[in-house]
């Protein structure tokens, strides 16, 4: 109060960051009375318009007490003391970053996974390929001796047939001459 006069800052709608024009939410109530008591008037009517100014600084102050205690409301968020509320908010907001700490490491977690299933399913495939490459050397190498033992039979028995053939010859000459 300065002057006489009583200024009151306050946002009606509890949202300072929009509200910020003085225009719109400041009140200023005149607290003075400069009338001088004059010993001719009438008593009753001095008591009546006295009575009339007390009952307007009544309602100026309940509506700046009314305002207040929006501002207080819209400011506490329904909370009884400014100390509940900063609790209240502390907690969601550690709530929050507890969350969100826990979400980080799920995702830490399954990404691990992720990267270790890929690197076991690398490694599967990795194996799998080795594996049938080292089944492939071994029935090629199998077919090779196979091959082998064919050719050796083969010309064992190309052998033998000559060595038939040639007994049969002379068989056959042997006993055409008889």
């Given at each position: 109060m300065s002057n006489g006069t009583f200024h009151h800052y306050f946002v009606p709608d509890g949202d300072y960051e929009e509200?910020?024009?003085?225009?719109?939410?400041?009140?200023?109530f005149k607290m003075t009375d400069d009338r001088k008591c004059g010993?001719?008037?009438?008593?009753?009517s001095v008591i009546r318009d006295d009575f009339t100014i007390i009952k307007r600084h009544i309602e100026d102050?309940?509506?700046?007490?009314?305002?207040?205690?929006?501002?207080i409301s819209y400011d506490l968020d329904g909370e009884d003391s400014y100390g509940k509320y900063l609790r209240r908010e502390t907690t969601q907001i550690t709530e929050a970053f507890t969350n969100s700490e826990k979400s980080l490491l799920e995702l830490e977690v399954k990404?691990?996974?992720?990267?270790?299933?890929?690197?076991?399913?690398?490694?599967?495939?990795?194996?799998?390929?080795?594996?049938?490459?080292?089944h492939t050397r071994d029935v090629l190498k199998e077919t090779l001796d196979i091959s082998l033992g064919l050719k050796d039979k083969h010309e064992l028995l190309s052998l033998i047939i000559r060595s038939h053939g040639t007994r049969l010859s002379r068989l056959k000459n042997e006993y055409m001459k008889v």
């Open positions: 509200n910020d024009d003085p225009e719109k939410c400041q009140m200023l010993l001719d008037e009438n008593q009753d102050a309940a509506r700046v007490l009314e305002g207040i205690g929006k501002s990404f691990k996974q992720s990267q270790e299933n890929e690197l076991k399913e690398e490694h599967r495939i990795n194996d799998d390929f080795l594996n049938m490459i080292v």
